[in-house]
């Protein structure tokens, strides 16, 4: 063929480069029915740390797979690993899957802050740590917490520890109309009521720095060895968890410790996801206007949740405690 003479090529005179891009990609991915089941106890570094069948004798180090991208993979997150699981030193697992989370605890830097983080993933509770001195109690972060439990899927308990420098009765008081379990603990005594309360479960904990959740963590996980810090001049505990890390209780059970907080953001929660917790409410919030904040008159004169107590007196300090926790959630003061 004379150069040049381009006109008379057709499709078969066409020459492909073989290499990169010369093959549709594939978007099947491999099933790995060989997979093992593990729950994430740790992450540092790009690196997660995971018990296989959520047994703590059986630990293996994983990376996420590619083809995982970039998933969110918390501690808590029931994952599915291939690769090398033996645990041996220096060998590396793949997490290629994370399963459906039975619950989030969730928060945001602040009530601005449009990024949400999972903290923790599937545990059955919240222990909210708070002491009754030193530091004094904060109330407004403690209704916070519940409304990320209620938001979240998780069962709320209530910690009260130092009670051995103040009684909890003026606190316990606040709380009595949301039926919230409690467990009080004391300097000089074993923690035996709380260790039966989180005994077979997956229990998150989280609290103020300096309101003692460490020191409560290595009490009830004796080899934990955990750091304890001492509250500081200005009322204030200093960070002693850096990371949220998963320790295996002895008999069974797990508590998953989380970094002390200063607030608690709750920018992804909606006044509906709070109402819907409380069942004697829930149906009657369906009925209330468009964009209700269920807080009643004067900033919600149409709410339906007050037709609720009209009917059933006995409801009224169930509703006065859950628009507490509205106020808390549309910004209140967490002291």
Known sequence: MARGDWRRLDESDVRIRPGKGSRPRSKRRPEHADAVTAMVVGKDRGRWTCAVDADPDRIVTAMRAREMGRVSVVVGDVVALVGDVSGKPDTLARIIRVEERSSVLRRTADDTDPHERVVVANAAQLLIVTSLADPPPRPGFIDRCLVACYAGGLAPVLCLTKADLASPDELLTGYAGLDVPTVVT???????????????RVTALVGHSGVGKSTL???????????????????????????????????????IDTPGVRSFGLAHVTADDIVEAFEEFAEAAEECPSNCGHLGPPEDPGCALDDVVRQTPADADRLASLRRLLVSRAGGAES
């Open 186 to 200: 004391r300097h000089d005594e074993a923690p035996d009521g709380l260790a039966q309360r989180l005994e077979d």
């Open 217 to 255: 963590v290595n009490r009830l996980v004796p080899d934990a060895e955990l750091a304890t810090g001492d509250v500081s001049s200005v009322g204030k505990g200093r960070h002693t968890s850096v990371a949220a890390v998963a320790l295996p209780l002895p008999g069974s059970g797990w508590v």
